[in-house]
């Protein structure tokens, strides 16, 4: 079955930086890639996705990136802000199958002021 | 995005009961899962809710200790029975939406079990 490996477990960057998060996956037959980002208290929320079929997806300050090659997938957040601040989850899927979404252990996201 | 309401959103329950939880779909969807996440850590997938038939289980859950059942497209339920403290968690029930593809995630139930 699929694995999701994600890096950092804790990130820390000032406020107006960049944030980068990546994931490896194990499946290469995977073909949905979605991120999520849940606060304290709260469910996840789907943030951003990408089919394998792309390479790059943007929406405003948040992008995503994929290298099927090397079965790995990357978050980016530009100009970040104090409400970045959350736990983010990549995941992985082959969609169509059974469809189940397995996912990465979570990175800790902190904007310092 | 989907509307998804479950409930309850948290409860204190003793050990050996069992709690059952609901959750409401505002329309009709794919693939119902049932995720839990313990306190600070990922979410890891019970079991895939499958309507009008037994539910798929992952790797180390177990339909006696979490029956689940979905009667139609919009509904389901998970039980977790003969509760121990290790069962405290966060239960997350989520549905597939647009063709499929995108996940959305009912807000939880805390359990507590003392």
């Known amino acids: 079955g699929e694995n999701v490996e994600q890096h950092p477990s804790t990130l820390s960057v000032q406020e107006g930086d960049s944030a980068v998060i990546k994931c490896t996956y194990s499946?290469?037959?995977?073909?949905?890639f979605p991120w999520y980002k849940q606060e304290l208290g709260k469910r996840p929320q789907l943030i951003i996705d990408?089919?394998?079929?792309?390479g790059e997806k943007k929406d405003q300050r948040i992008a995503v990136t994929l290298n099927k090659t090397a079965k790995h997938f990357s978050l980016h957040i530009t100009e970040t802000q104090p409400e970045d601040s959350a736990v983010y989850f990549c995941a992985a899927t082959l969609l169509g199958s059974a469809s189940k979404i397995i996912f990465g252990s979570g990175t800790r996201l902190s904007i310092r002021p | 995005s989907a509307v998804i309401s479950q409930k309850p959103s948290r409860d204190i329950c003793q050990r050996g009961t069992s709690l059952t939880i609901q959750c409401q779909v505002d329309?009709?969807?794919?693939?119902m899962f049932w995720y839990r996440q313990q306190p600070g850590q990922s979410l890891t997938l019970i079991a895939t809710?499958?309507?009008?038939?037994?539910?798929?289980?992952e790797s180390g859950f177990v339909i006696d200790k979490f029956p689940i059942s979905r009667p139609n497209l919009t509904f389901s339920t998970l039980t977790v029975s003969n509760m121990s403290p290790e069962d405290s968690s966060i239960y997350l029930c989520?549905?597939?939406?647009?063709?499929?593809?995108?996940?959305?995630f009912g807000s939880g139930t805390q359990l507590s079990v003392l």
């Open positions: 809710a499958n309507q009008g038939s037994e539910a798929t289980y």
């Open positions: 989520s549905a597939l939406r647009d063709s499929g593809e995108k996940l959305f």
């Open positions: 990408i089919r394998s079929n792309v």
């Open positions: 329309s009709q969807v794919t693939m």
């Open positions: 499946d290469s037959a995977s073909n949905y």
